[in-house]
């Protein structure tokens, strides 16, 4: 379940950047959970498909799916060339513990983890966050439409949000997905049959 002091900071934290302890303290253990996460899942990235919103995971969470159209490294203004996946793969990770193990409607995490999680990460890397953050935003908008999608992607966020035009879009790929593969596995099958048996 949603814990209340935690809600109620989920803006407050995008200006402010220090947080009561309380709440300092459950973003540290979430931080820690986020890692142990990554390590007990042996979570796999697949950037081979296009996705609505730059990422997203599969429905068992381990899997962490980036659009292969978005570039996997960004040159900062000061010359730095900072790896993108790294804080896609903490908000999306992020986002589904929030879900699956605490009970958080997908609006909420997604908030939680872009003003905390994900921008921790990132300042403590030393990157403006502003910069980070009109990069991602543009690219959200340039790559907001897709032509297919993993066919085990995780759909509780557009069901969580109410959006279900891409909910239908999502499934309705996702099972022409699947009916490629099995053909493909039905063509390798009778390709390879001993004939006779």
Do not use: C
């Not at 081979?48 to 159209?69: F, P, S």
């Not at 991602?136 to 509780?156: A, G, N």
């Not at 997905?177 to 063509?187: A, D, E, L, N, Q």
């Amino acid at each position: 379940m949603q814990d209340k002091s935690m809600t109620k900071y989920f803006v407050q934290s995008q200006e402010n950047k220090k947080l009561p302890k309380d709440i300092q303290d459950q973003l540290d253990a979430l931080v820690a959970d986020v890692y142990k996460y990554l390590v007990a899942h042996k979570i796999t990235i697949d950037n081979t498909h296009e996705v609505v919103y730059l990422a997203g995971y599969n429905v068992q969470g381990t899997v962490v799916y980036i659009d292969r159209r978005l570039p996997r490294y960004l040159t900062l203004k000061d010359g730095r060339k900072i790896d993108l996946y790294k804080y896609l793969i903490i908000h999306e990770v992020g986002e589904k513990i929030l879900e699956d193990h605490l009970g958080y409607k997908y609006p909420y995490a997604h908030e939680y983890v872009t003003g905390n999680l994900e921008r921790r990460a990132v300042e403590n890397d030393k990157i403006d966050w502003e910069e980070y953050q009109d990069f991602m935003l543009k690219e959200v908008q340039q790559l907001k439409t897709f032509s297919e999608s993993p066919s085990d992607l995780d759909t509780k966020p557009e069901k969580d949000t109410h959006d279900y035009y891409r909910f239908h879009k999502i499934e309705k790929m996702k099972k022409k997905s699947k009916k490629k593969v099995v053909s493909f596995i039905s063509r390798l099958l009778e390709k390879y049959t001993v004939k006779g048996y």
